[in-house]
Nanobody, 115 residues
Framework: QVQLVESGGGLVQPGGSLRLSCAAS????????MGWYRHPPGKQRELVAT????????NYADSVKGRFTISRDNAKNTVYLQMNSLKPEDTAVYYC????????WGQGTQVTVSS
């Protein structure tokens, strides 16, 4: 049974940083492109960043470009999202999944940016 477990969220002030982790079990992530998605309150879930299977190429939504960095450690079967210069509009539940989506969604991790 495949399980994606996101962690690392929390409450942070504007301008702060967080590092999210996504640990996978029951699957081998190195075969797949992966992505981080977020679901802001009252809005639809959106794709934030993607990374190729080997980590050689990444892409970002315009809203996070230059502030967020996606990375992966295939040996640990884990994907990361480093988030810097956080803004209130980054507040959302963050999820990882394949890119395109092909796993069941995990529980996500809440990120709240507020003073």
């Amino acid at each position: 049974q495949v399980q994606l477990v996101e962690s690392g969220g929390g409450l942070v002030q504007p301008g702060g940083s967080l590092r999210l982790s996504c640990a996978a079990s029951g699957t081998i992530l190195r075969f797949y492109a992966m992505g981080w998605y977020r679901h802001p309150p009252g809005k639809q879930r959106e794709l934030v960043a993607t990374i190729t299977p080997t980590g050689g190429s990444t892409n970002y939504a315009d809203s996070v470009k230059g502030r967020f960095t996606i990375s992966r450690d295939n040996a640990k079967n884990t994907v990361y999202l480093q988030m810097n210069s956080l803004k209130p509009e980054d507040t959302a539940v963050y999820y990882c999944n394949g890119a395109p989506v092909h796993y069941s969604w995990g529980q996500g991790t809440q990120v709240t940016v507020s003073s």
